[in-house]
Protein backbone atom coordinates (compact mmCIF):
# COMPACT_ATOMS: atom_id res chain seq x y z
CA UNK A 1 0.00 0.00 0.00
CA UNK A 2 1.20 3.27 -0.79
CA UNK A 3 1.72 6.24 1.86
CA UNK A 4 -0.86 8.36 2.54
CA UNK A 5 0.65 12.18 1.85
CA UNK A 6 -1.97 15.42 2.00
CA UNK A 7 -1.14 19.16 0.50
CA UNK A 8 -3.83 22.08 1.23
CA UNK A 9 -3.71 24.85 -0.90
CA UNK A 10 -4.56 26.68 -3.99
CA UNK A 11 -4.90 25.65 -7.86
CA UNK A 12 -4.32 28.01 -10.04
CA UNK A 13 -5.52 28.33 -13.93
CA UNK A 14 -2.04 28.92 -15.71
CA UNK A 15 -2.57 31.40 -18.52
CA UNK A 16 1.03 31.79 -20.32
CA UNK A 17 2.19 33.30 -23.49
CA UNK A 18 3.69 30.66 -26.63
CA UNK A 19 7.28 30.15 -26.20
CA UNK A 20 9.11 33.16 -24.83
CA UNK A 21 6.88 35.76 -26.45
CA UNK A 22 5.64 38.49 -24.27
CA UNK A 23 2.31 39.28 -23.44
CA UNK A 24 -0.15 39.36 -25.99
CA UNK A 25 3.01 39.33 -28.89
CA UNK A 26 0.31 37.19 -30.65
CA UNK A 27 -3.45 36.69 -29.69
CA UNK A 28 -2.98 33.23 -27.71
CA UNK A 29 -1.97 31.98 -24.19
CA UNK A 30 -1.85 28.69 -23.11
CA UNK A 31 -4.32 27.37 -20.50
CA UNK A 32 -3.15 24.28 -18.18
CA UNK A 33 -3.27 24.51 -14.34
CA UNK A 34 -0.60 24.71 -11.43
CA UNK A 35 -0.26 25.88 -7.65
CA UNK A 36 2.08 24.98 -4.94
CA UNK A 37 0.62 22.41 -3.43
CA UNK A 38 -1.11 20.81 -5.58
CA UNK A 39 2.13 20.63 -8.04
CA UNK A 40 3.84 18.63 -4.81
CA UNK A 41 0.48 16.30 -5.00
CA UNK A 42 1.09 15.44 -8.90
CA UNK A 43 4.85 14.80 -8.19
CA UNK A 44 4.05 12.57 -5.16
CA UNK A 45 1.50 10.93 -7.14
CA UNK A 46 3.52 10.51 -10.31
CA UNK A 47 6.35 8.90 -7.62
CA UNK A 48 4.07 5.98 -7.11
CA UNK A 49 2.25 7.40 -3.43
CA UNK A 50 -1.45 8.11 -2.54
CA UNK A 51 -1.64 12.16 -2.90
CA UNK A 52 -4.46 13.89 -1.21
CA UNK A 53 -5.21 17.59 -2.48
CA UNK A 54 -7.06 19.57 -0.27
CA UNK A 55 -8.60 23.09 -1.70
CA UNK A 56 -12.02 24.52 -2.66
CA UNK A 57 -13.48 25.29 -6.62
CA UNK A 58 -16.48 26.97 -7.86
CA UNK A 59 -18.64 24.42 -9.12
CA UNK A 60 -18.48 25.36 -12.67
CA UNK A 61 -16.62 23.93 -15.40
CA UNK A 62 -13.47 25.65 -15.23
CA UNK A 63 -13.55 24.33 -11.26
CA UNK A 64 -14.37 20.85 -12.83
CA UNK A 65 -11.71 20.90 -15.49
CA UNK A 66 -9.07 22.00 -12.76
CA UNK A 67 -10.21 19.05 -10.50
CA UNK A 68 -9.97 16.41 -13.94
CA UNK A 69 -6.90 17.67 -14.48
CA UNK A 70 -5.61 16.53 -10.72
CA UNK A 71 -7.31 13.17 -11.13
CA UNK A 72 -5.72 12.41 -14.68
CA UNK A 73 -2.48 12.39 -12.58
CA UNK A 74 -4.07 10.57 -10.08
CA UNK A 75 -4.49 12.63 -6.97
CA UNK A 76 -6.99 12.26 -4.83
CA UNK A 77 -9.81 14.76 -5.42
CA UNK A 78 -12.35 13.43 -2.55
CA UNK A 79 -11.76 16.03 -0.04
CA UNK A 80 -11.72 19.00 -2.80
CA UNK A 81 -14.85 21.55 -1.37
CA UNK A 82 -16.50 22.34 -4.34
CA UNK A 83 -18.48 25.55 -3.51
CA UNK A 84 -20.97 28.17 -4.74
CA UNK A 85 -18.48 31.19 -3.64
CA UNK A 86 -15.67 32.53 -5.31
CA UNK A 87 -13.65 31.48 -8.54
CA UNK A 88 -10.82 29.56 -9.78
CA UNK A 89 -7.79 32.18 -9.30
CA UNK A 90 -5.85 32.69 -12.15
CA UNK A 91 -2.11 33.61 -12.99
CA UNK A 92 -0.42 34.79 -16.20
CA UNK A 93 3.57 33.77 -17.00
CA UNK A 94 5.63 35.12 -19.71
CA UNK A 95 8.51 33.23 -19.94
CA UNK A 96 11.91 35.33 -19.97
CA UNK A 97 15.31 34.66 -21.81
CA UNK A 98 18.39 34.81 -21.41
CA UNK A 99 18.40 38.60 -19.32
CA UNK A 100 14.93 39.27 -19.44
CA UNK A 101 13.40 37.45 -16.40
CA UNK A 102 10.05 35.60 -16.51
CA UNK A 103 7.43 37.75 -15.11
CA UNK A 104 4.37 36.35 -13.19
CA UNK A 105 0.63 38.40 -12.69
CA UNK A 106 -1.41 37.22 -9.78
CA UNK A 107 -5.46 37.22 -10.41
CA UNK A 108 -6.53 35.67 -6.97
CA UNK A 109 -8.70 37.89 -5.32
CA UNK A 110 -11.63 36.53 -3.86
CA UNK A 111 -11.04 33.08 -5.07
CA UNK A 112 -13.04 29.96 -4.02
CA UNK A 113 -10.07 28.80 -1.56
CA UNK A 114 -9.47 32.26 -0.33
CA UNK A 115 -13.06 32.75 0.48
CA UNK A 116 -13.06 29.18 2.16
CA UNK A 117 -12.99 28.93 5.97
CA UNK A 118 -12.22 25.90 8.42
CA UNK A 119 -15.86 24.79 8.64
CA UNK A 120 -15.39 24.21 4.83
CA UNK A 121 -12.84 21.26 5.83
CA UNK A 122 -12.85 18.20 8.26
CA UNK A 123 -8.80 18.37 8.49
CA UNK A 124 -9.31 15.71 11.42
CA UNK A 125 -11.18 13.00 8.70
CA UNK A 126 -9.00 14.32 5.91
CA UNK A 127 -5.75 13.56 8.18
CA UNK A 128 -6.68 10.26 9.22
CA UNK A 129 -3.47 7.43 7.74
CA UNK A 130 -1.77 10.22 6.65
CA UNK A 131 2.18 10.38 7.02
CA UNK A 132 2.84 13.62 6.09
CA UNK A 133 0.85 16.79 5.50
CA UNK A 134 2.92 20.20 3.43
CA UNK A 135 1.43 23.33 2.82
CA UNK A 136 3.48 27.05 1.55
CA UNK A 137 3.57 30.07 2.50
CA UNK A 138 1.87 31.13 -0.40
CA UNK A 139 -1.58 29.83 1.17
CA UNK A 140 -1.61 31.77 4.21
CA UNK A 141 -0.60 35.08 1.93
CA UNK A 142 -3.96 34.80 -0.11
CA UNK A 143 -6.50 35.67 2.93
CA UNK A 144 -6.15 35.39 6.67
CA UNK A 145 -8.98 32.62 6.69
CA UNK A 146 -6.86 30.62 4.20
CA UNK A 147 -3.89 31.21 7.08
CA UNK A 148 -6.32 29.97 9.88
CA UNK A 149 -7.07 26.94 7.92
CA UNK A 150 -3.49 26.30 7.33
CA UNK A 151 -2.98 26.38 10.64
CA UNK A 152 -5.70 24.01 11.66
CA UNK A 153 -4.63 21.78 8.94
CA UNK A 154 -1.17 21.73 10.38
CA UNK A 155 -2.30 21.11 14.10
CA UNK A 156 -4.96 18.10 12.79
CA UNK A 157 -2.13 16.91 11.28
CA UNK A 158 0.77 16.42 14.14
CA UNK A 159 -2.37 15.14 16.15
CA UNK A 160 -2.32 12.39 13.74
CA UNK A 161 0.82 11.60 13.88
CA UNK A 162 2.39 13.15 10.47
CA UNK A 163 5.00 14.59 9.62
CA UNK A 164 4.31 18.46 8.53
CA UNK A 165 6.65 20.16 6.58
CA UNK A 166 6.21 23.98 5.18
CA UNK A 167 7.95 25.28 2.19
CA UNK A 168 7.99 29.10 3.50
CA UNK A 169 7.80 30.60 -0.20
CA UNK A 170 7.83 34.49 0.28
CA UNK A 171 5.49 36.26 -1.96
CA UNK A 172 5.30 39.99 -1.64
CA UNK A 173 2.96 40.61 -4.41
CA UNK A 174 0.36 38.68 -1.96
CA UNK A 175 0.60 39.70 1.02
CA UNK A 176 -2.03 42.23 1.41
CA UNK A 177 -4.43 41.85 3.77
CA UNK A 178 -3.08 43.60 6.96
CA UNK A 179 -1.07 41.14 8.61
CA UNK A 180 2.63 40.81 8.16
CA UNK A 181 4.39 37.85 6.88
CA UNK A 182 6.61 36.77 9.97
CA UNK A 183 3.44 37.59 11.80
CA UNK A 184 1.45 34.30 10.58
CA UNK A 185 4.42 32.90 9.43
CA UNK A 186 6.37 32.21 12.17
CA UNK A 187 3.42 31.28 14.17
CA UNK A 188 2.62 28.06 11.48
CA UNK A 189 6.46 27.07 11.79
CA UNK A 190 5.88 26.07 15.67
CA UNK A 191 3.65 23.34 14.30
CA UNK A 192 6.47 22.27 11.32
CA UNK A 193 9.13 19.49 11.68
CA UNK A 194 10.75 19.64 8.31
CA UNK A 195 11.26 23.84 6.99
CA UNK A 196 12.27 23.72 2.95
CA UNK A 197 12.84 27.77 1.64
CA UNK A 198 15.63 29.85 0.17
CA UNK A 199 17.80 32.39 2.41
CA UNK A 200 15.09 35.27 1.00
CA UNK A 201 12.17 33.28 2.52
CA UNK A 202 13.96 32.88 5.50
CA UNK A 203 14.54 36.13 6.56
CA UNK A 204 11.04 37.76 4.91
CA UNK A 205 8.98 34.98 6.92
CA UNK A 206 10.79 34.26 9.60
CA UNK A 207 12.52 37.65 9.86
CA UNK A 208 16.08 35.54 11.08
CA UNK A 209 18.70 37.37 8.99
CA UNK A 210 22.36 36.53 8.97
CA UNK A 211 25.31 39.15 9.14
CA UNK A 212 26.69 37.75 6.13
CA UNK A 213 26.15 38.10 2.31
CA UNK A 214 24.10 34.56 1.24
CA UNK A 215 23.01 35.89 -1.68
CA UNK A 216 26.77 36.97 -3.73
CA UNK A 217 26.40 34.10 -5.84
CA UNK A 218 29.48 32.12 -4.08
CA UNK A 219 28.51 29.60 -1.78
CA UNK A 220 29.33 29.66 1.92
CA UNK A 221 28.87 26.15 3.47
CA UNK A 222 29.59 27.92 6.99
CA UNK A 223 26.49 31.12 6.10
CA UNK A 224 23.93 28.13 5.13
CA UNK A 225 24.48 26.33 8.47
CA UNK A 226 24.66 29.10 10.32
CA UNK A 227 21.31 29.90 8.87
CA UNK A 228 20.00 26.98 9.35
CA UNK A 229 20.99 26.79 12.89
CA UNK A 230 19.32 29.75 13.92
CA UNK A 231 16.13 28.14 12.58
CA UNK A 232 16.42 25.38 14.98
CA UNK A 233 17.16 27.21 17.61
CA UNK A 234 14.33 29.26 17.03
CA UNK A 235 11.90 26.60 16.53
CA UNK A 236 12.84 23.53 18.91
CA UNK A 237 10.03 21.69 16.92
CA UNK A 238 11.88 21.56 13.76
CA UNK A 239 13.69 18.72 13.13
CA UNK A 240 15.20 19.37 9.64
CA UNK A 241 15.70 22.64 7.45
CA UNK A 242 16.40 22.28 3.61
CA UNK A 243 17.50 25.67 1.35
CA UNK A 244 17.52 25.32 -1.83
CA UNK A 245 20.16 27.38 -3.59
CA UNK A 246 19.62 28.92 -7.25
CA UNK A 247 22.57 30.77 -9.18
CA UNK A 248 20.40 32.64 -11.72
CA UNK A 249 23.46 33.12 -14.20
CA UNK A 250 20.44 33.91 -16.43
CA UNK A 251 16.83 33.20 -17.14
CA UNK A 252 17.88 30.50 -19.39
CA UNK A 253 20.97 29.23 -17.05
CA UNK A 254 20.79 28.35 -13.58
CA UNK A 255 23.11 26.44 -11.40
CA UNK A 256 20.94 24.20 -8.87
CA UNK A 257 21.38 22.78 -5.53
CA UNK A 258 20.39 22.57 -1.86
CA UNK A 259 21.51 22.42 1.59
CA UNK A 260 19.82 20.27 3.92
CA UNK A 261 20.39 21.16 8.28
CA UNK A 262 19.29 17.37 9.30
CA UNK A 263 18.94 15.18 12.65
CA UNK A 264 22.32 13.38 11.22
CA UNK A 265 24.29 16.34 10.18
CA UNK A 266 24.81 19.16 7.55
CA UNK A 267 24.74 18.37 3.89
CA UNK A 268 25.55 20.06 0.54
CA UNK A 269 23.62 18.14 -2.35
CA UNK A 270 25.54 17.50 -5.88
CA UNK A 271 25.46 20.75 -8.28
CA UNK A 272 23.68 20.91 -11.55
CA UNK A 273 24.22 23.56 -14.16
CA UNK A 274 20.91 23.88 -16.16
CA UNK A 275 21.50 25.54 -19.21
CA UNK A 276 18.93 25.37 -21.39
CA UNK A 277 15.44 26.21 -18.97
CA UNK A 278 12.69 24.74 -20.40
CA UNK A 279 10.41 26.10 -17.75
CA UNK A 280 11.59 27.13 -13.72
CA UNK A 281 7.75 27.43 -12.57
CA UNK A 282 7.10 24.98 -10.27
CA UNK A 283 10.57 23.98 -9.48
CA UNK A 284 10.41 24.40 -5.70
CA UNK A 285 7.53 22.57 -5.78
CA UNK A 286 9.14 19.80 -7.50
CA UNK A 287 11.99 19.85 -4.87
CA UNK A 288 9.81 19.98 -1.90
CA UNK A 289 7.99 16.86 -3.32
CA UNK A 290 11.51 15.16 -3.90
CA UNK A 291 12.48 15.94 -0.48
CA UNK A 292 9.17 14.39 1.44
CA UNK A 293 9.52 11.77 -1.03
CA UNK A 294 13.19 11.00 0.30
CA UNK A 295 12.99 11.29 3.84
CA UNK A 296 9.76 9.46 4.18
CA UNK A 297 11.78 6.33 2.24
CA UNK A 298 15.38 6.77 2.30
CA UNK A 299 17.54 6.47 5.71
CA UNK A 300 20.21 8.56 4.53
CA UNK A 301 19.52 11.83 5.21
CA UNK A 302 22.47 13.03 2.21
CA UNK A 303 20.87 10.64 -0.18
CA UNK A 304 17.23 12.42 0.06
CA UNK A 305 18.33 15.56 -0.16
CA UNK A 306 20.23 14.21 -3.01
CA UNK A 307 16.62 13.03 -4.37
CA UNK A 308 15.15 16.31 -4.35
CA UNK A 309 17.69 18.17 -6.30
CA UNK A 310 17.54 15.77 -8.93
CA UNK A 311 13.66 15.89 -9.14
CA UNK A 312 13.93 19.66 -9.33
CA UNK A 313 16.54 19.19 -11.98
CA UNK A 314 14.42 16.99 -14.05
CA UNK A 315 11.66 19.74 -13.51
CA UNK A 316 13.26 22.41 -15.29
CA UNK A 317 13.01 20.09 -18.55
CA UNK A 318 9.39 19.79 -18.22
CA UNK A 319 6.96 22.48 -19.42
CA UNK A 320 4.17 23.09 -17.44
CA UNK A 321 3.40 23.55 -13.07
CA UNK A 322 4.03 20.02 -12.51
CA UNK A 323 6.83 17.50 -12.46
CA UNK A 324 6.45 14.42 -13.96
CA UNK A 325 9.66 12.76 -13.64
CA UNK A 326 9.20 9.13 -12.57
CA UNK A 327 10.82 7.94 -9.52
CA UNK A 328 13.46 5.63 -11.72
CA UNK A 329 13.95 8.48 -13.79
CA UNK A 330 15.37 10.45 -10.67
CA UNK A 331 17.06 7.45 -9.43
CA UNK A 332 18.84 7.26 -12.21
CA UNK A 333 20.01 10.73 -11.78
CA UNK A 334 21.05 10.10 -8.59
CA UNK A 335 23.49 7.66 -10.19
CA UNK A 336 24.92 9.94 -12.43
CA UNK A 337 22.96 9.11 -15.74
CA UNK A 338 22.74 13.16 -16.72
CA UNK A 339 23.29 12.44 -20.15
CA UNK A 340 20.24 12.59 -21.95
CA UNK A 341 20.39 9.86 -24.39
CA UNK A 342 17.79 8.23 -25.41
CA UNK A 343 16.07 5.64 -23.26
CA UNK A 344 15.41 2.55 -25.63
Not at 49 to 78: C, M, Q, W, Y
Not at 321 to 334: I, T
Request: hydrophobic letters at 40%; aromatic letters at 8%; glycine letters at 8%.
Amino acid sequence: MPDKYVTFGEIMLRLKSPEHERFFQSPLLEATFGGGEANVAVSLATFGEKAVFVTSLPKNAIGEAAVAELRKHNVDTGSINMTDKGRVGIYYLETGADQRPSLVVYDREASSVALSGSSDYDFKAIMDGAVWFHVTGITPAVSLSCADCALEAMKAARDAGATVSIDLNYRKKLWKYGKKAPEVMRELTKYADVVIANEEDIQKCLAIELDQDVTSGKLDKQAYRMLTDKVKEQFPNVRQVAVTLRESKSADHNGWSAALNGKTGFYLSRHYEITDIIDRVGGGDSFSAGLIFGLSKYEDEEYALNFAVAASALKHSIPGDFNLARRSEVEALCKGDGSGRVQR
